[in-house]
T-cell receptor, first 114, second 117 residues
Framework: DAKTTQPNSMESNEEEPVHLPCNHS???????IHWYRQLPSQGPEYVIH???SNVNNRMASLAIAEDRKSSTLILHRATLRDAAVYYC???????????????FGQGTILTVHP | EAQVTQNPRYLITVTGKKLTVTCSQN?????MSWYRQDPGLGLRQIYY?????VTDKGDVPEGYKVSRKEKRNFPLILESPSPNQTSLYFC???WGLGGGSGANVLTFGAGSRLTVL
């Protein structure tokens, strides 16, 4: 299965940018990189995803390394509401093993200080 | 509203008493899956289904059964629950293959907290 590695925890101050890293050295050419976050007492929610190019949406930006073996989720101005567990996963859009069978891991616990 | 609905949200039961956690989605998604979440272990996949009548094991399928008789529903069945199945359970769904990059995005339910005494 395609695996990802994330730091267990990170801290940030409110209104500062946050860069959450994810390593995925065994990524295949048809794996999309997905990010989800789980706020306290809620189910995970989608944040952003990408294949090769950097992506932006209203929640965050996703920077993907040229060799695709790592990526970084960027929260441009962290707020207290961004405190959550952030998960990086790979999903094979071509129907390979990691389309159905998904590995989330423990994610990164982000703490945001006022 | 597009959503994944799980029931019950909270359940306390006893060892050996069969139970079913239901999961229903209203988005016509082909793919559905179940996860359990335990402290220090993150989200672990139990079973997934690529479409009706097609199910497969995730990383931790022991002690669980699933069925996918219709597209919208994917119940998780614990035939003989044990205390080590005390956990927080999440159901998720997405479009199937061939639907474009957005088809891969998962929508999760709010979770079902199960305690087995």
């Amino acid at each position: 299965d395609a695996k990802t590695t994330q730091p267990n925890s990170m801290e940030s101050n409110e209104e500062e940018p946050v860069h959450l890293p994810c390593n995925h050295s065994t990524i295949s050419g048809t794996d999309y990189i997905h990010w989800y976050r789980q706020l306290p007492s809620q189910g995970p929610e989608y944040v952003i995803h990408g294949l090769t190019s950097n992506v932006n949406n209203r929640m965050a930006s996703l920077a993907i390394a040229e060799d695709r073996k790592s990526s970084t989720l960027i929260l441009h101005r962290a707020t207290l509401r961004d405190a959550a567990v952030y998960y990086c996963i790979l999903r094979d859009y071509a129907g390979g093993t990691s389309y159905g069978k998904l590995t989330f891991g423990q994610g990164t616990i982000l703490t945001v200080h006022p | 509203e597009a959503q994944v609905t799980q029931n019950p949200r909270y359940l306390i039961t006893v060892t050996g008493k069969k139970l079913t956690v239901t999961c229903s989605q209203n988005m016509n998604h082909e793919y559905m899956s179940w996860y359990r979440q335990d402290p220090g272990l993150g989200l672990r996949q139990i079973y997934y289904s690529m479409n009706v009548e097609v199910t497969d094991k995730g990383d931790v399928p022991e002690g669980y059964k699933v069925s996918r008789k219709e597209k919208r529903n994917f119940p998780l069945i614990l035939e003989s629950p044990s205390p080590n199945q005390t956990s927080l359970y999440f159901c998720a769904s997405s479009w199937g293959l061939g639907g474009g990059s957005g088809a891969n995005v998962l929508t999760f339910g709010a979770g079902s907290r199960l305690t087995v005494l």
